[in-house]
């Protein structure tokens, strides 16, 4: 899972302690020499010094005031913007190719020569203190609000969740799962099936229903989707359901109709949530359409197939342009397989290397 983008995070953490090493080694070998030698690369790397070094030529007494400056000089030496420039220059491109977008690389980016130009890194230390910088400025990113769904749930009865994406996004089958998920935890659920506009979606979700046992409240194809979630509601309310999931159309851009229908549900049904369900697989497109959905508004988002996703860059890039929960993440084939997301072990996947 995520290792193309773990892969470009370890190359950059590797350059960037490489040559903080190259530094301390540098340090050591100018303090340790026991006579200096003046050389044409002494005089370019400390400009500064170039004329005393001249003049160490012409009076060998001049040597120890000498060596003893060049020596503070290396000493203190650490890194800077214009060593760490040239190791990020690719960075940025390599980012792209992990889905994350540009201005959440560049972020990332900026927050590394942030945290680490001018740094005192202990000997040793170095690949450990460059991965946590990579791990806060990650960490920043994914700094969310939370929501206690369980708590919510139980102080407002029936509790309303719906449903959008794009198609193909598994929207469907992720309802499912997250009935699924809220009935282990002792919860009742009914499913609305608000999608009455693709062909078979209804046997669909009813077909789910059957395999996690709980019930579907339907209308023909063409129906009104904010009635048919309407009724689910009320059905609810009657049987004391805990929660409702209700279904929609999968939207594309071209979509201006299906877009109106789902403001409407979200108009005369006042759901409690509002969840955006993606493809973790979409790549950057993941950022246009959380863009296009979050016109109506966005309370939290689900990750589909992190299974079989290497790139990982879409959950950073949505992440950075909502600031939005992550409700829960998909990672198999199976109704068990959802989580709830967890930025710590997200990050420790990221960063295992």
């Known amino acids: 899972m995520f290792d193309f983008l773990k892969k470009k995070l370890k190359e950059v953490a590797e350059k960037i302690s490489g040559k903080q090493k190259e530094i301390e080694e540098e340090k050591e070998k100018i303090v340790k020499e026991p006579e200096i030698v003046v050389k044409e690369k002494i005089e370019e790397k400390i400009p500064e010094i170039k004329e005393e070094v001249k003049e160490v030529r012409k009076d060998k007494s001049l040597f120890f005031k000498l060596k003893e400056k060049i020596v503070k000089k290396v000493l203190e030496k650490k890194l800077t913007r214009e060593d760490l420039e040239p190791l ?8 792209l190719e992990a ?5 959440v690389s560049e972020k990332i980016k ?7 130009e001018g740094r005192e890194i202990k000997k040793g230390s170095e690949k450990e203190v460059v991965v946590e910088a990579i791990r806060k400025s990650l960490s920043g990113i994914l700094d969310l609000p939370k929501i206690d769904l369980e708590k919510e749930i139980k102080n407002k009865k029936p509790y309303l969740i719906v449903f ?3 198609n193909g996004s598994g929207k469907t ?9 809220l009935a282990k935890k002792g919860f009742s659920c009914v499913l609305a099936a608000g999608d009455t506009f693709r062909a078979a979606s209804i046997e669909q979700i009813e077909e789910h229903a059957k395999k996690v046992s709980l019930p579907v409240i339907k209308q023909k194809y063409g129906a009104d989707p904010a009635a048919v979630i309407f009724d689910a509601k009320k059905y609810a309310e009657a049987k004391k359901i805990d929660v409702v999931l209700a279904d929609t159309a999968g939207r594309s851009y071209t979509n201006e109709n299906l877009m109106e229908e789902l403001k409407k549900i979200v108009r005369v049904n006042k ?8 493809d973790s697989l979409t790549g950057n497109d993941a950022i246009n359409q959380a863009k296009f959905f979050n016109e109506i508004g966005v309370d939290a988002v689900i990750f589909t197939k992190l299974d079989v996703n290497e790139k990982g860059g879409a959950i950073l890039s949505v992440s950075y342009l909502l600031k939005k929960p992550i409700l829960f993440v998909c990672d198999g084939q199976r109704y068990e397989d959802i989580k709830f997301f967890d930025k710590e072990e997200f990050l420790n996947n990221l960063l295992s290397f």
Request: overall charge negative; proline content about 2%; hydrophobic content about 55%.
């Open 271 to 278: 759901p409690d949530l509002k969840v955006l369900v993606i």
């Open 173 to 181: 089958t992720t309802i499912a799962k997250v009935a699924n998920f």
């Open 88 to 95: 990020l220059e690719n960075f940025g491109v390599e980012l």
């Open 110 to 116: 900026n927050d590394l020569i942030k945290e680490l």
């Open 164 to 166: 959008f994406g794009f």
């Open 99 to 103: 889905d994350v977008a540009f201005e």
